[in-house]
């Protein structure tokens, strides 16, 4: 079953590699199907060089394996609360790509500093808090996956619009319309994440870009009049 979308999987999650966004068997991509509510992911701790389609594992959203021979990635209960919780999106990406991840060990949002960043967040990219001793002791990754929800809600925040996250002294997870969108929206972050250090490193004094440049670059690429690319 989904076939297809295994196959699209596959590919996403080889995708981290290729933008050397993971190391061994780190990070995991999945990919919902809306209509049938199934969503497909990664198999946990299998070598990437070895993957292939049929290693990719069908879920359904109460965590029950609809098929697959191999366990589920780990953050896999991580996943299925984004996917309950924001129906808007299609896919999500896990890292814990360096740079990004130093700003999340330093429990720092991404200030927003130019127009690379403003191309694809609305915003700066928010970090959520820590887990408290319970919440890691508990339903670990579940828990992870309500911090995030929490930041978004409490800061109001859309995730097609800010399609990524910092989890305190953790890593990245990202979003998409599908999972491959999710993989592409991490590199996004890995990058501007690398930007944002150089540029503190130069001008610690520096503040955020106008917001009217954020207002121009987000809304050119994303906004109803867009006009950045080709006509689709
Ligand atoms: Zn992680």
């Given amino acids: 079953m989904l076939e297809e979308l295994k196959q699209k999987v596959l590919q996403a999650n080889l995708q981290l590699v290729k933008n050397k966004l993971v ?18 992911i990664k198999p946990s701790g299998v070598s990437y060089d070895d993957m292939k389609a049929e290693d990719m594992v069908v879920m359904d959203l ?19 609360e984004f996917y ?4 808007n999106i ?9 740079f ?18 403003a191309d694809y967040f609305y915003g700066d990219i928010p970090c959520a808090r820590s887990l408290t001793q ?3 002791e508990g339903e670990y990754e579940k828990n992870t996956g309500l911090a995030i929800i929490e930041k978004f809600r409490g800061d109001n925040l859309d995730p097609m619009a800010v399609p990524g996250v910092l989890i305190k002294s953790h890593g990245v997870f990202a979003f998409g319309k599908d999972g491959d969108n999710s993989v592409y929206n991490a590199t996004v972050i890995e990058e501007v994440a690398k930007m944002a250090f150089i540029t503190e490193q130069l001008n610690p004094d520096v503040s955020r870009a106008d917001q009217f440049m954020m207002e121009k670059h987000y809304q050119r690429k994303h906004g109803k009049n867009a006009y950045y690319g080709q006509k689709k």
């Fill in 62 to 80: 109460n965590g029950k394996v609809v098929e697959g021979d191999l366990r589920p990635s780990s953050d896999t209960p991580t996943h299925i």
């Fill in 134 to 136: 319970e919440e890691i």
């Fill in 23 to 40: 190391l061994f068997t780190w990070g995991n991509v999945s990919e919902i199907d809306r209509e049938s509510g199934l969503f497909v």
């Fill in 84 to 87: 309950k919780a924001f129906k």
């Fill in 90 to 98: 299609g896919g999500v990406t896990h890292t814990h790509s360096t």
């Fill in 100 to 117: 990004a991840t130093a700003w999340a060990q330093a429990g720092r949002s991404i200030p927003f500093y130019g127009t690379t960043h």
